[in-house]
């Protein structure tokens, strides 16, 4: 989904919506049937705010049926909007039927999709967006909810709207292609936008500056942009370009973007007086576990340690490209998907993401995936149950873990958290996937 603004426009967006595939987006679980973002923007009425709705259906997660030589998927998308009180206001119902000649086309191979707008004018206030969409074949029903403020704009000398995030923006013959990321999860984009418009009762600023500030889930601020100036004197609507700090780790965040007036000062450390608007979203960082892997491909491979044998490994490292390498890599974990026909592997993504529990939980003097508790949590998952002892006489520390049909006990003989496993004295199975 593309967006075609031109620079001269004075209409607000959105103006044009051209279907493209959404890379980032699409690659999808089952537990993300359908994304959607709600964004309030100024309406062409004064007093009145717009809620602008995206929603985005992936083919794949959809069921579909075969019908003669047909494959069929029907369903229904409802939006709906509530005010602070819980009190519904408005809602729309999008019935809609899909047919596909080729199988592969119903499990997202080539990436299709179904999109939907909606607008709501509104009044000052909170309101509430959902979004549910039901699917007769399965016969089930999926709901995302989002909460947005609205402003009267007119309010205000200088405002700007609600926040989005886009994945590109390209410039072509003076207007501007931008490509809306409807996730608020930017684990996946190497580079993001942050898209908003601004509004003025007079035309006093040609340009402002901008800040932008990142804080964690308890407010704590752990990134700040440099203040750098835009122009707004041929239009209203800005791109700010946002790239991930260096110490951005998994989790929940909050981007604040900070509007002040232009100045002879570029100094991000602003004061409460130079402040024109603020505009704030939170977002979520949750790389995927592919993305992850392949950002290191070499250690990816040394990490198959507890799948594969030490003549695979040889075999993917003694490849003469990293084309090469990578294709052996992802050669070597397709054998051992257990759902070939269709994009997601189980197998690859349980074992990575328990690699990564393991650095997270087991790390000691070497990572967590090496140490002798990575190794069994790799291989087997996580215990039935863990019972922790500790020996005052000898400074020791024991974990006891226990599964269905055995158990494994580990001892920290420095007091420093590097447990080695006690019993059994070793352990060389390998990771086998289980449904």
Known sequence: MEYILNNSMKKVFPILFILAILINVLK???????FFDAICFKSQIDTLSRIDIYVLVPYGSLSFFKTGDRYVAEFDLSISLKDSTGKSLKSKSYPKKIFEKEQLETIGFSGKYQVFF???????????????????NSATTYS???????????RFEFAISGLMFLSDVEELNGKYKITPFLSDNLGNLDK????????????????IDIVYLIRDFKGKEIFRSSRKRYSIKDNAQLFVSFSKPANLGQGTYNIRVVVLKPGASYDSLFKDYEILSIAERGFEFSPSIMNLVLSNLDKSIRQLKYVAYQSDIDYINEAKTYEEKLNRFLEFWKKLDPTPSTEFNEAFEEYYQRIYYANTAFKSYMEGWQTDRGMVYVVLGPPATIQTQTDFAYNRSYEIWNYSNRTFIFVDYTGFGDYRLYSPPSFSEKYSYKP
Do not use: C, H, M, W
Request: charged share 30%; aromatic share 20%; net charge neutral.
């Open 144 to 154: 995302k909810g989002r909460t947005t403020n609205a402003l009267n704009f007119s």
């Open 28 to 34: 999808s679980k089952a537990d993300e049937p359908f």
């Open 192 to 207: 993001a936008f942050i898209f908003f418009e601004t509004y003025q009762k007079t035309k006093k600023y040609d340009s």
């Open 118 to 136: 909606d607008s709501f004018e509104v009044r000052e206030g909170t309101y509430s967006v959902f979004v549910s969409l039901y699917d007769k």
